[in-house]
């Protein structure tokens, strides 16, 4: 269930602990619409370390990658430290409407994927200003990586792109395979088809007959959104994009498969694929095909994160970023 979802002076306040000796990590600001957008700055202590903005996935999800719906993986705050111990800081943030970011709209369920990457936008140059650095590697983990994809459509001070358990189609597809991987959703399935169908075509869907169990999904409060992310073409979007660009996917990965990361590379090509064969969505390790065990994994904060995810991307970035 998706639930909530300015000013120009950057504020840096409040050093916190630090994920290592010589990493320093701060609270950051970004201009929004009416209010900051707020973030965390993980700055590494080698000199001009390149910089990743983590963008969050689906519905209330905070910038460590936690959901009051249960989440506490704390996915990006792992990937923030684990590539700060490899010379590469990070800004991982939370989104307009939500948490620390909740001043920056009036209704935080009011958006489009438009207004995210104008969000996107903002952090770009914000930390440019504060680091210095000529641009900005983007990494957009599930929801989070059409987001960074709509954005490097038109925003050339991005280094690249890292897409993590990202959709190959579009959401409404998406959204129509996983409701039906899940066989309890079979007497749900004609009416949740009727609903995405609706909301594809651009059209807002009557909710007074809808089963209960599908209101977290269509709530009419969510639909203007639904209707904006269902309206984007992930493979369209990357075969367009000429930075370099990495996709990680976990083969354990119940919510996004496999077969998604393949169509993002046979759109582009050039594009760098990391398959990762015991890590899910939210790249923790499972070594079963057990469902059950896959989802607990999103509410243990104690699990690293899988083996394999960290190097690969920081290669990737040291490797491609532009020298100063």
């Known amino acids: 269930m998706r639930t909530k979802r300015g000013f120009i002076a950057i504020a840096f306040v409040a050093l916190v602990v630090s994920a290592r000796a010589d990493s320093v990590e701060s609270y950051l600001e970004a201009p929004g619409p009416l209010g900051p957008l707020k973030g965390t700055l993980l700055q590494s202590g080698t000199g001009h370390a390149p910089v990743i903005l983590i963008i969050p996935g689906s519905g ?23 590539l700060g111990k490899n010379g590469i800081s ?18 935080g369920n009011a958006v489009t994927i438009a207004d995210y990457v104008s969000d996107i936008h903002s952090w770009v140059g ?40 990202a959709a190959g189609r579009p959401m409404g597809e998406v959204l129509r395979r996983q409701l039906q991987a899940n066989p309890a959703n079979a007497p749900l399935l004609d009416q949740a088809s009727g609903a995405i169908d609706t909301l594809e075509a651009g059209k807002s869907f009557d909710v007074t007959n809808l089963n209960p169990a599908l209101m977290p999904l269509f709530n009419p409060k969510i639909q203007g959104f639904l209707m904006s992310e269902f309206s984007y073409d992930p ?26 990361a393949e169509l993002l590379k046979a759109a582009n ?10 890590a899910n969505h939210l790249l923790k390790q499972v070594s079963t095909d057990s469902r059950g065990a896959n989802v607990a994994t999103y509410a243990d904060p104690s699990l690293p994160l899988a083996p394999g995810v960290i190097d690969p991307i920081a290669k990737f970035v040291n490797s491609n970023t532009p020298k100063r």
């Open 60 to 82: 209330p999800t905070d910038r460590d990658g936690n959901s009051p719906l249960g989440i506490k993986a704390s996915t990006y705050k792992l990937l923030a430290e684990g």
């Open 126 to 165: 914000t930390i440019r200003q504060k680091t210095g650095v000529p641009c900005v590697w983007v990494l957009g983990h599930s929801e989070g990586a059409l987001v960074a994809l709509a954005t490097a459509q038109n925003e050339k001070d991005i280094c690249g792109l890292i897409l993590v358990s």
């Open 235 to 260: 493979a369209k979007l990357v075969s367009a994009c000429k930075k370099p660009v990495l996709l990680v996917q976990g083969e354990r990965d119940i919510q996004i498969s496999s077969d998604d």
């Open 269 to 278: 090509p050039g594009a760098q694929l990391l398959l990762l064969p015991d």
């Open 90 to 107: 990070s800004v991982r943030i939370d989104k307009r409407g939500m948490f620390a970011s909740a001043g920056a709209v009036l209704d």
